[in-house]
């Protein structure tokens, strides 16, 4: 069974600091990989997806299959960046995204 | 675009009541999801359609959860009877297709609370 684990629910950090939002998944193939983001009042919407190695609004994420991670990362927070993030996983062949818990990043000025 | 549409956006029942929700995708996308989201954890797919046609309802209560996508474009997903733990957002999006290229678009969601 395809699980999606985020081990943080809320992350705060300072405007211009480093984030990290950690993603580990658990499944025997070769997965695709995707966060979502969710912002006040608005509505859940993809922020990137592994298949495309995009960065996007500064954010990148790499997949590591030997630790089953596939972390969002950005260099330097930004005051919007605060939401709440969750990363999904779809296995290969299979048409059902499953979601992790999702973690709630809040960026301090 | 207009984006996935969905009614109500509120709604507060009973226990044992029975409630229905719509949504309406965007225009020409054949994939229609419906997502339960509790309080505190992300969205677990409920029913997926491909048109009109169901692709994936495992996770669906089908003792109690019922969903139809007629002529494939609207759908409902109804509840009867509703239990307190089905309390949650339900979230309807839809896609082009499926698969790994093709993003889902979310509606705004229906929150449900059963009394």
């Known amino acids: 069974a395809q699980r999606v684990t985020q081990p943080e629910k809320l992350l705060s950090v300072f405007k211009g600091a480093p984030v990290e939002l950690k993603c580990n998944y658990s499944?025997?193939?070769?997965?695709?990989l995707f966060w979502y983001v969710q912002y006040s009042r608005q509505r859940l919407q993809l922020l990137l997806r592994?298949?495309s190695r995009e960065s996007i609004k500064g954010f990148t994420a790499d997949l590591n299959k030997g630790e089953t991670s596939f972390h969002l990362k950005k260099p330097f927070a930004q005051e919007e960046d605060s939401a709440m993030y969750y990363c999904?996983?779809?296995?290969?062949?299979?048409?059902?995204?499953?979601f992790g818990q999702g973690t709630r990043l809040t960026i301090n000025p | 675009e207009a984006g996935v549409a969905q009614s109500p956006r509120y709604k507060i029942i009973e226990k044992r009541q029975s409630v229905a929700f719509w949504c309406n995708p965007i225009?020409?996308?054949?994939?229609l999801y419906w997502y339960q989201q509790i309080l505190g954890q992300g969205p677990k797919l409920l029913i997926q359609?491909?048109?009109?046609?169901?692709?994936?309802d495992s996770q669906l209560p089908k003792d109690r959860f019922s969903a139809e996508r007629l002529k494939g474009v609207d759908s409902t997903l109804k509840i009867q009877p509703a239990k307190l733990e089905d309390s949650a957002v339900y979230l309807c999006?839809?896609?082009?297709?499926?698969?790994?290229?093709?993003?889902?678009?979310f509606g705004p969601g229906t929150r449900l609370t059963v009394l």
């Open positions: 999006a839809s896609s082009p297709t499926s698969g790994a290229y093709n993003e889902q678009f």
């Open positions: 499944y025997s193939g070769s997965p695709e």
């Open positions: 592994h298949i």
């Open positions: 999904a996983l779809l296995a290969r062949g299979a048409q059902k995204l499953v």
């Open positions: 225009s020409g996308h054949a994939t």
């Open positions: 359609f491909q048109n009109n046609g169901v692709v994936d």
